[in-house]
């Protein structure tokens, strides 16, 4: 098992900025990757960014592309979200995921809540 735990959700204005971590802990030498996802009201839970946990490789959603940048630190066991120039539809529970190198993500997080206001 791995255990997943996000911290630095909050209250922000358009404009601004926010860093969420994710904190990983148990099997964690058995995670291939490592991922931000979000679910707004209303909506479906929606891929944000991922990591690949050895070697860094990154990709986007189109819609954070240029504004968010994920990355990680092995040592601490940690992934980032950082995310500029928020706009209110960002607003959303955000949510970290881990998954192996086969099947999809199967380990999350209690998710933490952004919300953009106008």
């Known amino acids: 098992q791995v255990q997943l735990v996000e911290s630095g959700g909050g209250l922000v204005q358009a404009g601004g900025s926010l860093r969420l971590s994710c904190t990983a802990s148990g099997r964690t030498f058995s995670v291939y990757a490592m991922a931000w996802f979000r679910q707004a009201p209303g909506k479906e839970r929606e891929f944000v960014a991922g990591i690949t946990w050895r070697g860094g490789t990154t990709n986007y959603a189109d819609s954070v592309k240029g504004r968010f940048t994920i990355s990680r630190d092995i040592a601490k066991n940690t992934v980032y979200l950082q995310m500029n120039s928020l706009k209110p539809e960002d607003t959303a529970v955000y949510y970290c995921?881990?998954?192996?190198?086969?099947?999809?993500?199967?380990?999350w997080g209690q998710g933490t809540q952004v919300t953009v206001s106008s």
């Open positions: 995921a881990a998954r192996g190198s086969v099947g999809q993500y199967n380990y």
